[in-house]
T-cell receptor
């Protein structure tokens, strides 16, 4: 398995609070991605990174920000969590446009 | 925008059957296509990656084909086993990230 960890694995938070999810890789891959998975929608891209300090928006980026200060870490921040952001969040990595490998996911519940 | 469709949405077969899962996509300008397996409450496991220049890839009992011009891919599973029960996801790379279908939920009964 690709060396990808996500933390926390589960989180319950209240509406309006900030939340940060962390993705850590040991593969030294250049590209990192954040997806969310929701019933009826499948997986959708939130943000991605193509290098340290280089990030861009995906399909569902509103309400989210990201940062990548080191190759191995990609952080996803919900500035003010809403109930619509209750979801399962997956991090993925790849080298160039090749095979993507996914982390175990973070289940986030916003009450 | 790339749209990815998987048919059927759910499938139940007896153990030992060969089966085909279908994936179609609307834009043939792709870099590659990936098939994943997802068990309930778990992450995604990559099964096969087909580059846009390839026609098929094989791994054990799995064979995936790609017809880019018609916007179709199939995942063939030979001699299915109860352990194959999972959701299978097709994902198309048209640029920098993957566009996913909603998956086929497969149940293989003993």
């Amino acid at each position: 398995d690709a060396g990808i960890t996500q933390s926390p694995r589960h989180k319950v938070t209240e509406t309006g609070t900030p939340v940060t999810l962390r993705c850590h890789q040991t593969e030294n891959h250049r590209y990192m991605y954040w997806y969310r998975q929701d019933p009826g929608h499948g997986l959708r891209l939130i943000h991605y990174s193509y290098g340290v300090k280089d990030t861009d928006k995906g399909e569902v980026s509103d309400g989210y920000s990201v940062s990548r200060s080191k190759t191995e870490d990609f952080l996803l921040t919900l500035e003010s969590a809403t109930s619509s952001q209750t979801s399962v969040y997956f991090c993925a990595i790849s080298e160039s446009n090749n095979e993507q490998y996914f982390g175990p996911g973070t289940r986030l519940t916003v009450t | 925008k790339q749209e990815v469709t998987q048919i059927p949405a759910a499938l139940s077969v007896p153990e030992g059957e060969n089966l085909v899962l279908n994936c179609s996509f609307t834009d043939s300008a792709i870099y590659n296509l990936q098939w994943f397996r997802q068990d309930p409450g778990k992450g995604l496991t990559s099964l096969l990656l087909i580059q846009s220049s390839q026609r098929e890839q094989t791994s054990g009992r799995l064979n995936a084909s790609l017809d880019k011009s018609s916007g179709r891919s199939t995942l063939y599973i030979a001699a299915s086993q109860p352990g194959d029960s999972a959701t299978y996801l097709c994902a198309v790379n048209s640029g920098y990230a993957l566009n996913f279908g909603k998956g086929t939920s497969l149940l293989v009964t003993p």
